[in-house]
Structures are given as structure tokens and as C-alpha cells.
């Protein structure tokens, strides 16, 4: 606990030091709720891919690339953001984006692209990874600390069956230890629920490695894609395959070699499969608070601190 404490803590201090200019566009102020809407990909440190992204990405680094922005859900709605997003871009040899997205970066840029009517920014708008990290990280936190209140039936490894018992808020919450999940060769999620929670826990740094299938869904919610979040929150490394739903591992490197189907939250990502745009429909409003103010950086730590000193010669 007191590592994830000094990342936290770490990526504050990335905002303040990395900050945009004072006359740089300013983006909002993003809650967890909104980053699973809005974006396919939040990834921390290195992004590496050889399959497509489907909606927006933000990364500290984009190191390689295929195609971005080639089918954007029409359910992830506006943003202030670009389709592409990076602090830094040290690598993207002739990358395609589609459907007139922008490539926005904060720091440098080595890359070249097939722009399809978008358009190459810079600081449009800044921004820190802080500006991600703090919401994300502070919902990995808070839904691993929630109660249970659905139950899973894992006697039978072809018929792993997750039975969804929402509360009155309509959010199903589910436990499971990663050594359990392992087990299982076909999953099956009974019953209904606006809002699925599953947290997959183990020893810190633990390497999960799916080998199963998402087999029969009863949700009459809607695709259960949409509906349901993986917390990984001790995870050191994910393989993933055909996966359905979103994945938060913020300490974790995630690499897949069939669609990811829902939002990504990842320390770094390897793709060798692609990533596809299901924004996240359910609501963990209750859970989440906002992350600092994109683009705020440097220029408002300056200001903050131009007061303290001012109060400070006052008093004396």
C-alpha cells in the first residue's frame, strides 16, 4: 500500500513540473467516469502496438504504432482531447489516423503519420499524466476496498458462472482471487446489472495470464463490454485474449493477442491484438473524484506559491 501511495504522490509532482505553458490550451477537469467514456486507451508509461486503436489514447509515450481512431464509438461522445494523445512521442513510423483525428503531443515529437484530414498539435490541449493517474487511481483504490455482494459459482471450470445481484444503485460487485479465475475455462455472467464490478485480487505484482473463454451472458442491460470493470489492482503483468469489459492495472504491463473489448488502464501496453472502442456505460460516479485540471501545471503551482509567500510576509 505505501508504493501505490508514492506513486500517487509522484505523478503530482509530474504535473507540476511538466506543466504547459501559461498560454497553452487548457483542457477540463476529468473524473473516472468520464476517462472510461471518453477514451479506448489510458496507458501510463510505454505504449507498443502492432494492431489498431479504435478510439482516442492518451500515453506518456508512444513508442510504436499502427492505426489509431479507425472506428470510434459514437458512444464515447465529445472531448476536449485529440485522438491521439501523448506527453512524449519518440517513435510512430508512417502510423494511420483515421476519421480526421488529431495528434496531439505535450513535450517532443519523432513520429510520422498518415494524417486523414487531422491534423498534427501541440499542447492542444496540455496536459499531465496526472490529469489521468489521480482520478483512475484513486477509483482502483476505492472499488478494491468495496464489500462483495454477488456471488460466483466455480465448481465447474466450463461453467465458471458469475451470478449478478446488484444492489439498490443497480451495481454488482464480485471477489475473486486471480488463483481462482486461473481455473476457469468458460465464463458465464448471469443476470443483470448496470454496473459489474470485478476485483481480481493476489500477491503484489502478481502475473495473470487468461485462459479462458467468455462464454453465455444473460445481460439485459446491454453488452456486458460496456457494463463491467476488471480491477487488477495488485497485477504486475496481464495477458489478455478476446477479453470483454474494462481493465484497470495501473502497475501492471498488458499485453494481448486478440481485441480487448473496453477501456484499457495500463503501466505500459504491448499489443499484438487490437483495442476496441466499448465506452464504459455503467456509473461509478459515486466512487470517483476528479483529477487535477489539465494544463493547469506549473503556472498554478506558481500562483499558489506567490500567495503562501505573500500571507507569509503579511503575517510577519
Same mark, same amino acid.
Given at each position: 500500500m505505501k508504493l501505490k501511495v508514492v506513486r500517487r504522490l509522484t505523478g503530482i509532482g509530474i504535473a507540476i513540473l511538466s506543466g504547459s505553458t501559461p498560454f497553452a490550451a487548457q483542457a477540463q477537469t476529468l473524473t473516472a467516469q468520464q476517462i472510461l467514456s471518453e477514451f479506448n486507451a489510458v496507458v501510463i508509461n510505454n505504449f507498443n502496438s502492432v494492431a489498431d486503436?479504435?478510439?482516442?489514447? /492518451? $500515453?506518456?509515450?508512444?513508442?510504436?504504432? !499502427?492505426?489509431?481512431?479507425?472506428? @470510434?464509438?459514437?458512444?464515447?461522445?465529445?472531448?476536449?482531447?485529440?485522438?491521439?494523445? =501523448? /506527453?512524449?512521442?519518440s517513435g510512430c513510423n508512417r502510423c494511420n489516423v483515421d476519421n480526421n483525428g488529431n495528434v496531439n503531443y505535450v513535450t517532443s515529437n519523432s513520429g510520422s503519420y498518415?494524417?486523414? %484530414?487531422? $491534423?498534427?498539435?501541440?499542447?492542444? @490541449?496540455?496536459?499531465?499524466?496526472?490529469? *489521468?493517474?489521480?482520478?483512475?487511481?484513486?477509483?482502483? +483504490? +476505492?472499488?478494491?476496498?468495496? +464489500?462483495?455482494?454477488?456471488?460466483?459459482?466455480?465448481?465447474? @471450470?466450463?461453467? *465458471? +458462472?458469475?451470478?449478478?445481484n446488484p444492489n439498490s444503485q443497480g451495481v454488482a460487485i464480485f471477489d475473486v482471487a486471480e488463483s481462482q479465475l486461473s481455473t476457469a475455462a468458460n465464463?458465464?455472467?448471469?443476470?443483470?446489472?448496470?454496473?459489474?464490478?470485478?476485483?481480481?485480487?493476489? $500477491?503484489? %505484482?502478481? $502475473?495473470?495470464? #487468461?485462459?479462458?473463454n467468455f462464454n453465455d451472458v444473460t445481460m439485459t442491460a446491454g453488452d456486458l463490454a460496456n457494463h463491467v470493470i476488471w480491477n487488477f489492482?495488485? !497485477? %504486475?503483468?496481464?495477458?489478455?485474449?478476446?477479453?470483454?469489459? =474494462?481493465?484497470?492495472? @495501473?502497475?501492471?504491463? /498488458?499485453?494481448?493477442?486478440?481485441?480487448? #473489448? %473496453?477501456?484499457?488502464?495500463?503501466?505500459? *501496453?504491448?499489443g499484438q491484438g487490437e483495442l476496441h472502442d466499448h465506452p464504459f456505460q455503467g456509473s461509478v460516479s459515486a466512487f470517483s473524484v476528479p483529477g487535477p485540471v489539465a494544463g493547469a501545471g506549473l503556472p498554478a503551482f506558481l500562483g499558489l506559491l506567490g500567495f503562501c509567500l505573500y500571507r507569509r510576509r503579511s503575517a510577519a
Open positions: 486503436v479504435e478510439g482516442r489514447l /492518451v $500515453a506518456g509515450n508512444i513508442q510504436s504504432g !499502427a492505426t489509431f481512431y479507425n472506428n @470510434p464509438s459514437a458512444q464515447s461522445g465529445a472531448s476536449t482531447f485529440q485522438a491521439v494523445n =501523448a /506527453v512524449t512521442i498518415n494524417l486523414n %484530414g487531422g $491534423a498534427l498539435k501541440k499542447n492542444d @490541449p496540455a496536459f499531465s499524466m496526472s490529469a *489521468f493517474t489521480t482520478p483512475l487511481n484513486s477509483l482502483v +483504490t +476505492t472499488l478494491g476496498g468495496l +464489500t462483495a455482494n454477488s456471488s460466483i459459482n466455480g465448481s465447474d @471450470p466450463n461453467n *465458471f +458462472t458469475f451470478n449478478i465464463l458465464d455472467f448471469k443476470g443483470s446489472a448496470s454496473t459489474i464490478i470485478v476485483n481480481v485480487t493476489g $500477491a503484489a %505484482g502478481y $502475473a495473470f495470464a #487468461q485462459n479462458f489492482e495488485n !497485477a %504486475g503483468s496481464l495477458n489478455l485474449k478476446l477479453w470483454q469489459g =474494462a481493465v484497470l492495472a @495501473p502497475d501492471a504491463t /498488458v499485453t494481448n493477442n486478440s481485441p480487448i #473489448q %473496453g477501456s484499457l488502464y495500463a503501466l505500459n *501496453f504491448n
